[in-house]
């Protein structure tokens, strides 16, 4: 299976990297800066100045179109808007193209203000590492928080128009730390495994060392992952709608707690790398897992149009080269099953994907949809022949305990 932690998110324990410069930081309490957002569309100018929106409360909105939660909350923020009309000013910033933001906002039309290609001042003054991150300034120009956008209600809007003091949940990202350094090994460490607890402040991530000449293939490490997440890793990154918790008792928490890990086995043992890792999680925790057949819906990916499929390129590569993100698949050396793990995986559709196509060929398949576009990854699928079905199938399934 396709690393599904690569997902900037289905999931959106969302991790954006951090550009901005520390001491540039505005705190709650401050006066925020005067930023200049050069870029803004819904707006009645191109561009768009802080200052000018003095007398208003101002809530910047720092997003991503890949990033599930900051989507989900789009309809929040625009209510918000409408319901203060022109006594608040909601203004999404992201660091996306004007092309990406007008492609989104055809398929998910909003009234709100888009800042797009922002990689300067707002960035600078309100550094992040997680989307979504959202600021709160008042009428007067003071940041009065810095939260998440669940959290801006309107009671907390009118309260801040009326003068009063909020007390919000701070959204204090970790901005210094490098989460892969926070397990440090010598190059000529055999084997070990490491448990620590969460990294305040830091996303979630794997990483596997793909292209480390010392550790390829022989280690993992695991950054402020759920139990249940890593069990999923240890076996073969089984995406989430595989998964079934029949925990009860203590271990309904241990399996939601977050905590690192860092595991390496001996050169030559590298097959051994997620077994060992299942084991010393049978070993180390109460909640147990297994895979077992269970019948669930699914989508089954089939072949459409057999002359179309022919048409794709075959390849000549002799190993497997792949990139992923939502939306895009581009990959050499590889066979339709990985379109179907892709599906999956990277949450493209919302049921797992078994591949029925019986093809077995390696292609260079290189393809890409707008995932917020009802129907589009369909198409994208019939231009290579394919199609997805709804059917039931026994699949494997990782049931907790």
């Known amino acids: 299976m396709i690393n599904d932690m690569k997902k900037l998110l289905s999931l959106c324990f969302l991790i954006a990297v951090l550009h901005g410069q520390l001491l540039a930081q505005t705190n709650i309490g401050e006066a925020a800066p005067a930023i200049t957002f050069p870029t803004v569309l819904n707006g009645a100018s191109r561009s768009l100045h802080l200052a000018d929106l003095k007398g208003k409360a101002v809530l910047l909105e720092f997003w991503a179109t890949w990033c599930g939660p900051c989507v989900q909350a789009m309809p929040h923020l625009q209510e918000l808007q409408q319901q203060f009309k022109d006594r608040l000013q909601v203004i999404t910033v992201t660091e996306e193209t004007e092309q ?30 997680m989307f979504p991150h959202s600021v709160l300034i008042s ?12 959290n801006i209600t309107s009671a907390v809007i009118e309260k801040v128009l009326a003068g009063g003091p909020v007390d919000l949940p701070l959204k204090e990202d970790n901005l210094t730390a490098d989460p ?15 448990v620590q607890p969460e990294l305040k402040g830091v996303g979630g991530l794997s990483h596997s060392y793909l292209k480390d000449p010392v550790f390829k293939g022989r280690r993992l490490t695991m950054i402020n992952l759920p139990l249940e997440s890593v069990y999923r890793l240890a076996y073969e990154s089984l995406p989430h709608g595989r998964t079934l918790d029949l925990t009860t008792g203590e271990s309904v928490e241990e399996n939601k707690t977050k905590y690192c890990f860092d595991i390496i086995v001996p050169q030559g043992q590298e097959a051994q790398l997620l077994p060992t890792l299942r084991k010393e999680l049978q070993k180390m925790f109460t909640v147990r897992a297994r895979l077992e057949k269970r019948l669930r819906a699914v989508y089954v990916l089939q072949v459409a149009d057999a002359a179309k499929v022919k048409k794709n390129p075959v390849s000549q590569a002799k190993t497997e080269v792949f990139e992923a993100s939502a939306g895009v698949f581009d990959g050499e050396h590889v066979t339709l099953a990985k379109v179907a793990d892709y599906l999956e995986s990277f949450g493209m559709v919302n049921l797992p994907v078994v591949d029925e196509t019986g093809d077995k060929t390696f292609y260079d398949l290189s393809f890409e949809f707008e995932p917020e576009k009802k129907g589009a990854v369909h198409e994208a699928l019939a ?12 699949i494997d399934v990782l049931v907790f305990r």
Do not use: M
């Open 139 to 150: 009428p007067e120009g003071k940041v009065v928080a810095i939260t998440s956008p669940q």
């Open 180 to 194: 892969l350094t926070y397990f440090t090994v010598a190059a000529d460490t055999r084997a070990h495994f490491l």
């Open 383 to 394: 231009n290579l022949g394919l199609k997805l079905e709804k059917a039931q199938r026994p």
């Open 100 to 129: 990406r933001i007008r492609r989104f906002l055809v398929n998910r039309p909003s009234q709100l203000l888009f800042a797009v290609a922002d990689t300067g001042g707002a960035r600078k003054a309100f550094p992040y590492r």
